[in-house]
T-cell receptor
Framework: DTAVSQTPKYLVTQMGNDKSIKCEQN?????MYWYKQDSKKFLKIMFSYNNKELIINETVPNRFSPKSPDKAHLNLHINSLELGDSAVYFCASSQADRTGELFFGEGSRLTVL | AQSVTQPDIHITVSEGASLELRCNYS??????LFWYVQSPGQGLQLLLK??????LVQGIKGFEAEFKRSQSSFNLRKPSVHWSDAAEYFCAVGGNTGKLIFGQGTTLQVKP
């Protein structure tokens, strides 16, 4: 069983479309994250949820909206996609008392044409 | 400002040779330090971490790292590199919020 799973793994879409990426973890962790890795490999945190509550919200455009229906799931919805949104999006999770010890999914590569 | 610098973008070593990847950080509070490895097409995997205590920490796959507060460094080492170690290596710093600041990564290539 994959500990942190993301779907889809690849996503190719046109500018202006709306898309979602789903993430699920079966580790029993309380905290989940979204990180963005750009074409230069820079990884930057976007959001963090602890027990369905938003605790980290970096400077991310309002077009990005995370949703956590329960502590095992954290989805990312992106409206009005732009070329600059092309990146690899990683979901991760951690236990609340082991912050920084992140378990990452395999990533979702988003390409906006 | 909080930041992580990995001075070496790309390193090539021969299989069996020793390895050291450099990491320097800037962080206002007591840092939690991490090394992650990313194989092609995969997510990141934690190699090792430093929270406190012994400044030489051991990790998985035979890796170790040494925290040097005076130099703001957390360099990763391995005495003998295997071909399977070829990957992208990321150093990261964080506090107790779970927010990590990553370096740009070092690509390790291993020659047979």
């Amino acid at each position: 069983d994959t500990a942190v799973s993301q779907t889809p793994k690849y996503l190719v879409t046109q500018m202006g479309n709306d898309k979602s990426i789903k993430c699920e973890q079966n580790l029993g962790h309380d905290t989940m994250y979204w990180y963005k890795q750009d074409s230069k490999k820079f990884l930057k945190i976007m959001f963090s949820y602890n027990n369905k509550e938003l605790i980290i919200n970096e400077t991310v455009p309002n077009r990005f909206s995370p949703k956590s229906p329960d502590k095992a799931h954290l989805n990312l919805h992106i409206n009005s996609l732009e070329l600059g949104d092309s990146a690899v999006y990683f979901c991760a999770s951690s236990q609340a008392d082991r912050t920084g010890e992140l378990f990452f999914g395999e990533g979702s590569r988003l390409t906006v044409l | 400002a909080q930041s992580v610098t990995q001075p070496d973008i790309h390193i090539t070593v021969s299989e069996g040779a020793s390895l050291e990847l450099r990491c320097n950080y800037s962080y206002g509070a007591t840092p939690y330090l991490f090394w992650y490895v990313q194989s092609p097409g995969q997510g990141l995997q934690l190699l090792l971490k430093y929270f406190s205590g012994d400044t030489l920490v051991q990790g998985i796959k035979g890796f170790e790292a040494e925290f040097k507060r005076s130099q703001s460094s957390f360099n990763l080492r391995k005495p003998s590199v295997h071909w399977s170690d070829a990957a992208e290596y990321f150093c990261a710093v964080g506090g107790n919020t779970g927010k990590l600041i990553f370096g740009q990564g070092t690509t390790l290539q291993v020659k047979p």
